[in-house]
């Protein structure tokens, strides 16, 4: 397992950006896929993008076009870049890693960040 810290989060008006970053711990970082999953309160926690040790990339629909995944193995770091926000995105952000092939199902992640709380006012 490694240790996950999620930064970036805040407030923003409908339509506006913000990048979320997840740092991570160990020496074996590059060999992760990464993810994002985003929950709302009352809501299951759901998939947002992911990318995988290869730097293939993956994508809910509800974020397609707007939000970008990218990692800095250099740095041990991926980031969430989302545009065009909106208030249907406001939930707790979580990075999650595992040492498995990309999935959308939270139970196949075994670290676990603790979450970063993005609002979006219209």
């Known amino acids: 397992q490694v240790q996950l810290v999620e930064a970036g989060g805040g407030l923003v008006q409908a339509g506006g950006s913000l990048r979320l970053s997840c740092a991570a711990s160990?020496?074996?970082?590059?060999?992760?896929?990464m993810c994002w999953f985003r929950q709302a309160p009352g809501k299951e926690r759901e998939f947002v993008q992911a990318?995988?040790?290869?730097?293939?990339?993956y994508y809910a629909d509800s974020v397609k076009g707007r939000f970008t995944i990218s990692r800095e193995n250099a740095k041990n770091t991926v980031y969430l870049q989302m545009n065009s926000l909106k208030p249907g995105d406001t939930a707790v952000y979580y990075c999650?890693?595992?040492?498995?092939?990309?999935?959308?199902?939270?139970?196949?992640?075994?670290?676990w960040g603790q979450g970063t709380q993005v609002t979006v006012s219209s």
């Open positions: 999650a890693a595992t040492r498995v092939a990309v999935a959308t199902t939270p139970t196949r992640y075994d670290s």
């Open positions: 160990g020496r074996t970082f590059s060999s992760y896929t």
């Open positions: 990318i995988s040790w290869t730097g293939s990339t």
